[in-house]
């Protein structure tokens, strides 16, 4: 399998601004009367964990699969080609937020930015993967789903 498309998104602003929050809930356990440091030690945990995992997103594309993978990898999707029928360029709004989220039309899978690419498969269905190169990642689907077609037949 050749490999015809990989991209790696960094977060944006809104996670950075997020890695603050284990800081300030330390701070105010540490500063309390009644430290529960257990519950301290879980909370801060949780988040960084949920920080780092939603680090990046990382696109990837070939002959067969589309795989979507968030941080390291422990999030993840992978979509076959052949049952796309189409590739359109959107934008997300900020209310739709980042991570892995439900909007009003499929899954919506974006770690930054307002950009996306929506596939809609033959069965209706439909995800929007963010990103902030959507024209290279739209050809690298269009090229992948010509591929599928040309050796169908």
């Known amino acids: 399998m050749q490999l015809k498309y990989k991209h790696t998104q960094k977060a944006g602003v809104p996670f950075y601004a997020a890695l603050a929050v284990p800081v300030v809930l330390g701070i105010m356990f540490c500063v309390s009367e009644f430290p529960p440091v257990g519950l301290l ?8 964990y949920l920080l780092l995992m939603l680090s990046s997103l990382t696109v990837t594309i070939d002959e067969q699969f589309l795989r979507v993978r968030f941080g390291p990898g422990v999030f ?28 009003f039309g499929g899954w919506l899978y974006n770690i930054a930015g307002f950009k996306s690419g929506e596939i ?3 069965n209706g269905k439909k995800i929007r993967i963010g990103t902030n190169e959507p024209e290279k990642l739209s050809e ?10 040309k050796t169908a037949t």
């Not at 030690?41 to 960084?48: A, T």
């Not at 959107?90 to 937020?97: E, L, S």
């Not at 690298?140 to 599928?148: G, H, L, S």
């Open 41 to 48: 030690v879980l909370v801060v945990c949780l988040l960084v």
């Open 76 to 103: 993840f999707r992978k979509f076959p080609v052949s049952e796309f029928a189409g590739i359109g360029l959107k934008y997300t709004t900020f209310i739709w937020g980042w991570g892995i989220r439900w909007y």
């Open 120 to 122: 809609i498969f033959k």
């Open 140 to 149: 690298a689907i269009r090229q992948a789903m010509r591929q599928v077609a």
